[in-house]
């Protein structure tokens, strides 16, 4: 069974202060791993898909990277409102759906 | 453009009641997805459509909860007899087309919470 487990469950950082969020996950067969953010009371918003090992992509203060046992969520320099959870998600093509994560709730303080 | 549109925002039924839970997905997104998501979880998937076929209920709890997309748009779950472990938020998702290509991400409502009293 396809697992994914992310950490830590909550990180609460200063306003500029960098870190990385972990998604670990196991699964027979990854195709492609998503990074979603959701916010309190709203549906998940899409950022990133990852579908090999090395791969990079970017976006404004966040950058997704993909191993072939985790991926990270790195955001540099954040601000208050990069507050949200986090939820990673994988998808094997076995079926249809993603499993997802627990999430990871990040609150930047100003 | 617009969104997924979920509705109700919020459900509130008693133990026993049915329940029948809306989604608009974005025009022309063939594919359509619920999950459920609990309090402090991830979503967890429910069923998948493509157009007007059900092609995946493997995530169902229960066949109190039924699933339909008659004219491969609007879609609703309905869920019998609702139990108390019932009460979670559940979210529909569309996609361009994901059977073709997982390459087009999913877009999500609001949700719907449900809560079972």
């Known amino acids: 069974e396809d697992q994914v487990t992310q950490s830590p469950e909550a990180l609460r950082l200063q306003e500029g202060e960098s870190s990385s969020l972990n998604c670990s996950y196991t699964?027979?067969?990854?195709?492609?791993l998503f990074w979603y953010r959701q916010d309190p009371g709203k549906g998940p918003e899409f950022l990133f898909t990852?579908?090999?090992a090395g791969e990079e992509k970017e976006k404004e203060r966040l950058k997704a990277t993909l191993t072939k046992k985790e991926s990270f969520l790195h955001i540099t320099a954040p601000k208050p409102e990069d507050s949200a959870t986090y939820l990673c998600?994988?998808?094997?093509?076995?079926?249809?759906?993603?499993?997802f994560g627990k999430g990871i709730t990040l609150s930047v303080r100003p | 453009g617009a969104g997924v549109s979920q509705s109700p925002r919020y459900k509130v039924a008693k133990r026993g009641q049915d329940v029948a839970l809306r989604c608009d997905p974005i025009s022309g997104h063939v594919s359509l997805f619920w999950y459920q998501q609990a309090l402090g979880q991830g979503p967890e998937f429910l069923t998948y459509f493509q157009n007007e076929a059900q092609l995946d209920k493997s995530g169902l709890p229960s066949d109190r909860f039924f699933a339909e997309r008659p004219e491969g748009s609007v879609s609703t779950l309905k869920i019998q007899r609702t139990q108390q472990e019932d009460s979670a938020v559940y979210l529909c998702a569309s996609s361009l087309s994901w059977r073709s290509s997982y390459n087009s991400p999913l877009h999500f409502g609001n949700g719907t919470r449900l809560t079972v009293t």
């Open positions: 998600a994988v998808y094997t093509g076995a079926n249809s759906k993603l499993t």
């Open positions: 699964v027979s067969g990854l195709r492609g």
């Open positions: 990852l579908y090999s």
